[in-house]
């Protein structure tokens, strides 16, 4: 099955403790990338990857890194996390499309709620 | 700078019922157009996108969207809703920048209540 999968799930940690959450898919996708949802913010992309080794900014990318090693997988890894990066995480993943474009048929994970007490 | 409403934050339906949710954006030519929708407890999936053409596009699960350039606007519609469509709906953009990148904005979203 066709699928971007998360992990963990749900995590609760405190702060300073670095944490990786790691985003993997199965469609030989070029394109991967990472947002954040936050109650009336919508989502709010943090990093994206043109392909392996290939990574660049959003727009809140501060406190967050991320790698593109392989293909499939493009980890989330916050160095030093704080309560203001509690949130809902999505990590999503496009081939590139008809028209050349990024973002014409995103496919979503399931989704990351952390807790950063 | 780019933007993306929905000026709606909530709406609430009866079953059966029309409905229509508000898009608007804020650009100086015509950018890609999307509707998301996010089940309670799930990932985003997509219903329709805009990027040429027919200003009436179709989209999965009975939804459509009509694009008007003149009011710079994508608003979504169905002609009677189903209880399982209760969910939170996205608006998205893209545009080519200054940089040759592109730049993916998302609405902050309204949430559909359906009522019996």
């Known amino acids: 099955e066709a699928q971007v999968t998360q992990n963990p799930r749900y995590l609760i940690t405190v702060t300073g403790k670095k944490l990786t959450v790691t985003c993997s898919q199965n469609m030989n996708h070029e394109y991967m990338s990472w947002y954040r949802q936050d109650p009336g913010l919508g989502l709010r992309q943090i990093y994206y990857?043109?392909?392996?080794?290939?990574?660049d900014k959003g727009d809140v990318p501060e406190g967050y890194k991320v790698s593109r090693k392989e293909k499939r997988n493009f980890p989330l890894i916050l160095e030093s996390p704080s309560p203001n990066q509690t949130s809902l995480y999505f990590c999503?993943?496009?081939?590139?499309?008809?028209?050349?474009?990024?973002?014409?048929?995103?496919?979503f994970g399931p989704g990351t709620r952390l807790l950063v007490l | 700078a780019q933007s993306v409403t929905q000026p709606d934050i909530h709406i609430t339906v009866s079953e059966g019922a029309s409905l229509e949710l508000r898009c608007n954006y804020s650009y100086g030519a015509t950018p890609y157009l999307f509707w998301y929708v996010q089940s309670p407890g799930q990932g985003l999936q997509l219903l329709l996108k805009y990027f040429s053409g027919d200003t009436l596009v179709q989209g999965i699960k009975g939804f459509e969207a009509e694009f008007k350039r003149s009011q710079s606007s994508f608003n979504l519609r169905k002609p009677s809703v189903h209880w399982s469509d209760a969910a939170e709906y996205f608006c998205a953009v893209a545009l080519i920048s200054n940089f040759g990148n592109e730049k993916l904005t998302f609405g902050t979203g309204t949430r559909l209540t359906i009522i019996p």
């Open positions: 990857s043109m392909n392996v080794e290939v990574t």
């Open positions: 999503a993943s496009s081939p590139q499309g008809e028209r050349g474009g990024l973002w014409e048929t995103q496919y």
